[in-house]
């Protein structure tokens, strides 16, 4: 109870009132009556935990993401109570052309020095500064937003200004520093001008950037913010509202979809959603044993 009070202050949800009697529900519980209500189901087609994996990628993928083969963590505890199933899909790897050999081979200060001095779109012409990442170089929650925005290309670092503090509140309400437990890091490393939309091209220009930053932390969870995050890692159309509420998998890595902060200023009753993603994030790295 005290948690989930935390949770919708940190979400400006709360505080939280109840008719004298009645017993707040579990997260489990929340997720049966989600399921009764109609959450959507799995994708034909789409591959399930424990389920045979998709045939062996060609050696360009597996030069990017080498270190995510290796990557799969135990399960949930035996001793847990019984959850209600989730639906989980598999994105399929990068395409060849966009994979980018010689950026998966570099070592962690190569790449930050690759992303500081990258002219392969047109963003390089505009940017202030390049936009890498920042938290544990080794994090068990992987962050993915969309793009830089005015703040952000000032700066040089994701998630700043109010949408920054509501993640900040966010991640503390599920108990996880920002510095330490979690990398933080954008689909694109330059700023759009004017914050429009990432456009095709500039996202397949720079997501070999977001591939093997991923090989390098190999988080044990991935938290895509927003639609175009979600979209390039699963590399589907979807919107947010159909891959929300469920967890997917990037190769072997669990991820769940939410929405961006800068959304949620704007749209407050999705901060009520939001609150749901949460809790399962928090639930599903509980269930992940941490790596040695």
Not at 4 to 14: E, I, K, N, P, S
Not at 202 to 213: F, M, S
């Amino acid at each position: 109870m005290m948690r989930r009070a935390r949770l919708a202050d940190a979400m400006g949800l709360g505080p939280l009132w109840l008719p004298r009697g009645v017993a707040l529900p579990d997260d489990g519980d929340t997720l049966a009556h989600q399921a009764q209500a109609g959450v959507p189901q799995e994708k034909a087609g789409a591959r399930a935990v424990g389920q045979p994996a998709a045939p062996a990628p060609s050696p360009l993928r597996n030069a990017l993401l080498s270190k995510l083969q290796g990557s799969t963590s135990p399960r949930a505890d035996a001793n847990r109570a019984p959850q209600p199933a989730e639906t989980v899909e598999t994105a399929p790897p990068p395409s060849a052309a966009i994979a980018s050999p010689e950026i998966a081979t570099l070592d962690w200060d190569a790449l930050k020095s690759a992303v500081a001095t990258c002219e392969r779109c047109r963003l390089c012409e505009t940017r202030i500064r390049t936009v890498f990442g920042r938290g544990a170089e080794r994090a068990r929650l992987m962050i993915v937003g969309e793009a830089p925005g005015a703040h952000e290309d000032e700066q040089g670092q994701p998630f700043v200004g109010r949408a920054g503090q509501l993640l900040e509140n966010m991640l503390a309400a599920i108990g996880l520093d920002s510095d330490a437990d979690v990398f933080i890091t954008n689909v694109l490393k330059c700023r759009p001008p004017g914050n429009r939309n990432p456009a095709p091209d500039e996202i397949a220009a720079c997501q070999h950037y977001l591939w093997a930053q991923i090989a390098h932390v190999q988080p044990d969870l991935i938290l895509a913010l927003g639609r175009f995050a979600a979209q390039t890692l699963l590399e589907t159309s979807d919107a947010i509202g159909r891959l929300r509420g469920r967890v997917h998998r990037y190769r072997d890595i669990p991820l769940i979809v939410s929405y961006h902060p800068a959304y949620l200023l704007r749209n407050l009753p999705d901060k009520a959603k939001a609150w749901q993603d949460l809790t399962l994030t928090r639930r599903t790295l509980a269930a992940l044993a941490p790596r040695p």
